[in-house]
């Protein structure tokens, strides 16, 4: 009997996914199959935590999920992981910062709904972010900050991107905990998502509306 | 006959810390006017708390961060290595704000102090992070995920030797150390005391009187603080803290990602843990407030906002831990102070199930005419005004947003304006027109 692992592990049973995966493993299935169904299992979590049926703690056991499915399909991949169509996305908790619980969520979800993250971490500076922009021509950047501390780092950052002339080509969204429209405005973002599935939704159009 | 101790019901030990803080002991305040104007401020709030008669007006609080720090034009480093130009500071910002209630000058912490310890657990001004910033907490699983049984088993010897030397550097030596339950009697009792003797122990040990005489320094600073700005006729808010248990875990040992995990892997060790850590959490708040002499417990709410667990998460893990917490300090007449800082719309009828008058709740972003309706029947709210505005707002928008709080919020009493999350950055004309807008607007005719 074929067991659905797509919705076994979008249903967060874990033992139950692992033994699916060991056993198509064992019986020589394709590993690129097993990666489309946790793709599409990951698609299914964050609709559900889209519509508040799922929660940030739903989110991180997901990616725990993954991660074990991830190390057992590993050894049996020819070529490494799937491509990343989504387009490409810069990320990083801005200088004087180093929360990044927020952030690691948004760069989970990013990834998982494919797109090629660029994660720069914490404490990032206005010209790390300006030197990756010019490295990548990633057109989508995340600026995240828990501190109100963040929102001079923010503006200074948008400012540096400015400068450098990479803004027409770049979309920049913030977001953290203390974050709203009225700093968007302040720091001349172009949105302020307050959860991680509106930034998955921003990027999604800024992509596509570039293509 | 004055009734003592078990005899006392809970609403009578309230009443008495409250006579305590509203008349403390050996004050020589600086005029008679200042001795008039904290006994209204501290009546004031204890009316707003009580919810039994309405206050003259609605009362105010600054809850700052490291704004003072900045407002008196020092940084963070500065405020954490020079306790006077600390003490200076959060001064200046009392007397030129005129808060009823104020939290003190204990943010900051002592600099110095932290560096003796190499304390890891979090990352401070010129250790980590820039002088001009404030500390930031280095999440991690300090307590891994296979140590609830140790945890469970004795709560303080696992902190003792496992979880403070994995915070603090200087404690390495404590790894070594025995269980103290282990000395019983002659026969062997001197086994026990030879990790006494070797390099390391002794090494932390030195490390413990370096750091235990920087503590004392500071409290030093501290303690002239309190007493200078209570004789100038300003109240201070918290005698102490503690925490909920499941912020406990969250927080500082199994950190958000572990305890997430644990919900789903072993949610009965977690459960088990938390009731293990409950009487503790509830012994830490009554012992400091009975030993000041303060009602006001502070209680910092973290892992319990909407979207950081499901609601039913939250009624399992997170509300009844929380719940005996806040009612055994109530049954020693404390008043848990908690700070809902974030969005806790979600949780707000669940949280209304307390006994009325004898919490206090500082909101942030949730929703405050739900909180009214909700929470506030059994309880008085603080806060709501919100970061941002205090930062990029004009102080006509604060005064704006401030009336119409009171309009929501402060018909019947049980409400105290204030901002909603301890903050860093503000303008400070937007903190007056907080302030002003209080005593405008918050009149009870």
């Given at each position: 009997?074929?067991k659905?692992?797509c ?27 097993i ?30 999920i ?69 490295e ?49 405005k302040?720091?001349?973002?172009d ?21 | ?40 401020r ?49 001064k ?17 912490g ?43 088993d ?105 305890i ?17 850590l ?17 009602p ?54 669940i949280?209304?199930?307390l ?47 401030v ?43």
């Amino acid at each position: 009997m074929a067991k659905d692992l797509c919705k076994t592990l979008a249903d967060l049973k874990e033992d139950e996914a692992l033994a699916i995966v060991q056993e198509k493993l064992n019986a020589g299935a394709d590993p690129m199959g097993i990666l489309d169904d946790t793709s599409r299992a990951m698609e299914i979590v964050g609709n559900r935590f889209s519509k508040s049926e799922y929660f940030i703690p739903d989110l991180v056991y997901s990616g725990e999920i993954l991660k074990k499915i991830n190390e057992l399909v590993k050894p049996k991949l020819v070529k490494e992981g799937v491509a990343k169509t989504g387009g490409k996305v810069i990320i990083g908790t801005v200088a004087g910062d180093i929360h990044d619980i927020g952030k690691d969520i948004v760069v989970f979800m990013l990834d998982v709904n494919g797109f090629d993250v660029i994660d720069l971490g914490v404490d990032v500076s206005a010209q790390k972010f300006v030197d990756k922009i010019k490295e990548t021509s990633a057109p989508v950047i995340g600026l995240s900050g828990f501190l109100t501390l963040a929102y001079d780092s923010m503006k200074n950052t948008i400012e540096a991107i400015q400068a450098a002339g990479l803004r027409d080509n770049t979309k920049i969204m913030i977001g953290g905990g203390q974050m709203s429209d009225e700093i968007k405005k302040y720091t001349g973002a172009d949105a302020y998502g307050k959860d991680a599935m509106v930034g998955v939704s921003l990027a999604k159009q800024w992509v596509g509306a570039n293509k | 006959m004055e009734k003592k101790g078990e005899a006392m019901t809970s609403e009578e030990k309230q009443e008495e810390l409250f006579a305590k803080w509203i008349s403390p002991e050996g004050v020589e305040y600086a005029s008679p006017e200042a001795e008039k104007a904290y006994k209204e401020r501290a009546t004031r709030i204890k009316d707003a708390i009580q919810m039994k008669k309405l206050p003259d007006r609605v009362p105010v609080f600054v809850a700052p961060s490291f704004f003072p720090a900045y407002y008196a034009g020092i940084t963070p480093q500065e405020a954490m290595y020079d306790y006077d130009k600390c003490c200076k500071a959060f001064k200046k910002f009392v007397m030129d704000f005129e808060p009823d209630g104020n939290l003190g000058a204990y943010v900051p912490g002592p600099g110095k102090f932290f560096e003796i310890l190499d304390y890891k657990l979090y990352s401070w001004p010129g250790h980590g992070v820039a002088p001009e910033q404030s500390y930031q907490c280095n999440e991690g699983e300090y307590m891994t995920a296979d140590e609830y049984d140790a945890l469970i088993d004795d709560p303080s010897n696992f902190f003792s030797s496992t979880y403070l030397p994995r915070v603090f550097g200087a404690l390495e030596g404590f790894k070594m150390l025995p269980a103290l339950t282990g000395i019983l009697e002659m026969y062997g009792v001197a086994i026990n005391f030879i990790p006494f003797g070797l390099p390391p122990v002794q090494a932390t040990y030195k490390a413990l009187f370096d750091a235990g005489a920087e503590a004392l320094k500071w409290m030093g600073a501290m303690g002239a603080f309190n007493a200078e700005i209570t004789a100038a006729g300003f109240p201070l808010l918290a005698a102490g803290y503690t925490k909920a248990p499941f912020d406990v875990i969250g927080d500082t040992l199994r950190g958000t990602r572990g305890i997430m995990v644990d919900m789903y892997r072993q949610p009965d060790k977690l459960l088990e843990a938390m009731d293990r850590l409950t009487p503790l959490m509830i012994k830490m708040g009554v012992s400091t407030a009975q030993m000041v002499g303060h009602p006001l417990i502070f209680m910092p709410l973290h892992k319990g906002a909407d979207g950081f667990l499901s609601d039913e998460q939250f009624k399992k893990f997170y509300w009844p831990a929380f719940r005996k917490v806040m009612m055994g300090l109530i049954a020693e007449g404390i008043v848990p102070m908690l700070a809902a800082e974030g969005h806790w719309t979600t949780r707000l009828e669940i949280m209304s199930d307390l006994p009325k008058g004898k919490t206090l709740w500082m909101i942030d972003q949730s929703e405050m005419a739900k909180a009214k309706k909700t929470l506030g029947k059994v309880s008085c709210l603080f806060g709501n005004v919100p970061s941002d505005l205090l930062v990029v707002g004009t102080p006509q928008q604060v005064k704006d947003y401030v009336k119409n709080l009171i309009d929501t919020c402060a018909k019947g009493g049980g409400y105290i304006v204030s901002n909603g999350a301890f903050f860093d950055q503000a303008k400070p004309e937007n903190v007056h027109a907080m302030v002003d807008a209080a005593m405008e607007f918050g009149a009870y005719k």
